[in-house]
T-cell receptor, first 112, second 110 residues
Framework: DGGITQSPKYLFRKEGQNVTLSCEQN?????MYWYRQDPGQGLRLIYY???????QKGDIAEGYSVSREKKESFPLTVTSAQKNPTAFYLC???????????FGPGTRLTVL | DQQVKQNSPSLSVQEGRISILNCDYT??????FLWYKKYPAEGPTFLIS?????DKNEDGRFTVFLNKSAKHLSLHIVPSQPGDSAVYFC?????????FGTGTSLTVIP
């Protein structure tokens, strides 16, 4: 069963702590993405990766970091430098960067 | 700067009628457009797409229209069903990046 998974579904952290969100896909997609959704706003791109060991900043990369050591995995770390980390985070993947993206179920992060 | 705009945050339609969701964009370099459907607390699911070389694409009850001169995209759902109630995002792509609208919440009233 191919797909893209994110875990956990809900995550709570104290202010000042770094937290890493997981994203895994078994679709053999080269490209992976992280988006953030806030109420009343469209999805905003945090980081994307076109290929293993390569990634690019999106529109709102400040306070976030990523790695792409394996094709299947694209974890996102929300650092303490991110001023408003509470949000719904969505991971997506696609065959290439100009093709349809398929999304994971999302992780809702709440920073207390 | 919002390059993709959905100016109607919500829309209510009677079951069986047509739902029309609109999307405007500003970047003439966009060459691929998509619609996604999203239920609360879930990731968006791909619905339908259109390339800039076409002006219409149809898939069952869903049709997307593209008016490049007006930089306008619309999604028609006919007939609308209660299960269509969700938030619909339009997206546009250029140069390895996708840009999403803010979404329109569609409610189909039985």
């Amino acid at each position: 069963d191919g797909g893209i998974t994110q875990s956990p579904k809900y995550l709570f952290r104290k202010e000042g702590q770094n937290v890493t969100l997981s994203c895994e896909q078994n679709l053999n997609h080269d490209a992976m993405y992280w988006y953030r959704q806030d109420p009343g706003q469209g999805l905003r791109l945090i980081y994307y990766s076109q290929i293993v060991n390569d990634f690019q900043k999106g529109d709102i990369a400040e306070g976030y970091s990523v790695s792409r050591e394996k094709k299947e995995s694209f974890p996102l770390t929300v650092t303490s430098a991110q001023k408003n980390p509470t949000a719904f985070y969505l991971c997506a993947s696609s065959i290439g960067t100009e093709t349809t993206q398929y999304f994971g179920p999302g992780t809702r992060l709440t920073v207390l | 700067d919002q390059q993709v705009k959905q100016n109607s945050p919500s829309l209510s339609v009677q079951e069986g009628r047509i739902s029309i969701l609109n999307c405007d964009y500003t970047n003439s370099m966009f060459d691929y457009f998509l619609w996604y459907k999203k239920y609360p607390a879930e990731g968006p699911t791909f619905l339908i797409s259109i390339s800039s070389i076409k002006d219409k694409n149809e898939d069952g009850r869903f049709t997307v229209f593209l008016n490049k001169s007006a930089k306008h995209l619309s999604l028609h759902i006919v007939p609308s069903q209660p299960g269509d109630s969700a938030v619909y995002f339009c997206a546009a792509s250029a140069r390895n990046q996708f840009y999403f609208g803010t979404g329109t919440s569609l409610t189909v009233i039985p």
